[in-house]
């Protein structure tokens, strides 16, 4: 995945809690992969999540074409209530109470989408659904039941355009609307 700190406050937080690499220990094998997709040796920058342990990496920094390739979690290691849903650009955040910053999980070719009435955001209803209730659900993955009605409904409506935040009242409430 990957994300551009200039999209919106969101993904500049996140941005910001990533630390360089430790560059006296041998890359990872999940940073080897990310150093595949370097687009200049010299100025790309391996960083790392304090918060997941997840590496990633800043291509072009300074740039108008900067952004940070990483990895999405399968499941949040934690067990803090989903606080709200911020949508912007191609990335879904989920914040914790504690307000942690999270992508919501996924496994790979089963992102979720907004504002449309697609497979995203199909899933995205589903995968909040699941959020709302544990926060360590795992990603969607085919079998998942049939989301809410209103939670469905509430995303398709967001603009893909910007930057919406939902709360947990608001997700709740759509939640049981049309139900």
Known sequence: MSVRPASCATARQWAERLVPADRDQA????????????RDAETDVLLHDPVTGVPALRRSPGTEGEDIF???????????LLAALTVSGDTCWIRTEDGELWFAPEHEGWGASWGYSGTGCHKLAQLLDMLLQ??????????????????FELLRTTP???????????????????A
């Open 160 to 178: 893909q355009d910007g930057s919406t935040t939902y709360t947990r009242a608001q997700l709740l409430a759509a939640r049981v609307a049309d």
């Open 27 to 38: 890359p990872t094998v999940l940073e080897h992969e990310l150093l595949d997709n370097v």
């Open 70 to 80: 990483t990895f999405a979690l399968q499941r949040l290691p934690t067990t803090l």
């Open 134 to 151: 544990d926060i360590a659900a795992p990603a969607v993955d085919p079998g998942a039941p049939e989301p809410p009605r209103g939670l």
